[in-house]
Structures are given as C-alpha cells and as structure tokens.
C-alpha cells in the first residue's frame, strides 16, 4: 500500500474513532459534521474527502460491528461443538462487545440514528436477525446431534434468547452506560439454559 493510500486509510480509521468517542461522551446527544471534524482535528471539508456524508461514517461503524461480531462467531462454531455453549458464548459476545463499545453501542439501539437514513435502521435490523437466525439454527441442530429439543417452538426460544441481550444492550445506553450488560450474567445463563431445552424423548 502506498503512503497516501496508508494516511487515508489511517485518517478514515481516525475520522470513525473519534465518532465512537463522541456518542459514548454524550449520550442522547446528536453528533455534527463541525463538532466530529473540530474532534479530529480537521475542516469539514476534509471529513468529506474522506466520507461523503455523515451517514457513511455511521455505516463505517455499522461494518466494523458486523466484521466483529460475525467473524467471531464463526470462530465460536468452529471451536465449540455443544449446543448450550455456543448459545452461551454467542450471547455473551454480543454483551461484552457492547460493554467494551459504548459509543457504538448506540447505533445498536437506534439512539444515535434519529433522523438518519432508514437504511441503516434497516441494517441494524438486519444485524439483529441474523444473530437471532443464527440463535435458531443452533436450537434446530442441537435435537439432531445431541438429542436436545427446545421447551418452547423453535422460534420462540431464539426470539426469547435475542429478546434477552436485546434488552440488556438497551438497558445499558439508556443508563447512560451504567448498567453493564454482564452485570448477573454469570448467575442468571444457568438458570434460561436449564429451562430451555430438554432430552428428546425415546421412540417406542
């Protein structure tokens, strides 16, 4: 890669990282195009060299969510063959890459996308129902590689697993990053997983 084409990259990487910063330093708060650029460092002019509006800097942050996100849990699949567990840790990394991402968590809830284009709305959405997709197709496996059936229909128990870490993501943005999405995770995932699935039973 070239010099230019390595500051552009690196400016871009800037341009997003203080982005982030500015929606975990005010929750609630819109972020303009003067107040991000005087965060950089740069002219207005200079963010749109870079970024041809606003938007596309919210969709930069929306792609590294995505990459993360589904990058690793195609590594948990890989590693993790029980069921209970790759629900478990799919789960738990949505709750700590929201915990260690607060600013960028507020895209997740929508909070920072009042009044932005209703294509990212609609990505988010999407992010959502893939994960929760995801959820399904573990459930819908587990009876068939370890003879373990949901206690709800199919959809119901992953809509209910997504429903979880939703709310939890949500709870966090609107204690303005107080209340930490882990906070009794550890005593409560034993107790859903004990009442999600059961042992499929014999055939006669």
């Known amino acids: 890669m070239s010099t230019k084409n390595s500051q552009k990259v690196s400016r871009r990487q800037q341009i997003l990282e203080s982005l982030a910063t500015m929606l975990e330093a005010s929750p609630g708060a819109r972020i303009t195009t003067a107040a991000l650029a005087r965060e950089v460092g740069v002219s207005e002019a200079a963010l749109y060299r870079h970024f041809p509006s606003k938007s596309k800097m919210f969709e930069g942050l929306i792609e590294f969510i995505e990459e993360t996100i589904f990058s690793r849990i195609k590594l948990i699949l890989s590693e993790e063959p029980q069921a209970l567990h790759r629900l478990e840790k799919i789960l738990y990394l949505l709750l700590t890459f929201t915990e260690r991402n607060p600013g960028i968590t507020r895209l997740l809830t929508g909070d920072a996308l009042t009044g932005e284009t209703e294509r990212l709305r609609n990505r988010i ?20 590689r370890e003879g373990l059936r949901p206690n ?39 107790i859903i997983a004990q009442g999600l699935m059961r042992e499929s039973a014999p055939v006669a």
Do not use: C, H
């Open 152 to 190: 709800l229909p199919l959809s119901a128990a992953a809509n209910m697993l997504m429903s979880l870490a939703d709310g939890r993501i949500t709870q966090f943005v609107r204690s303005e990053f107080r209340r930490l999405p882990t906070q009794y995770w550890e005593d409560q995932w034993p």
């Open 125 to 144: 959405a999407q992010l959502f129902e893939r994960v929760e997709t995801q959820l399904k197709q573990i459930i819908r496996e587990a009876e068939l």
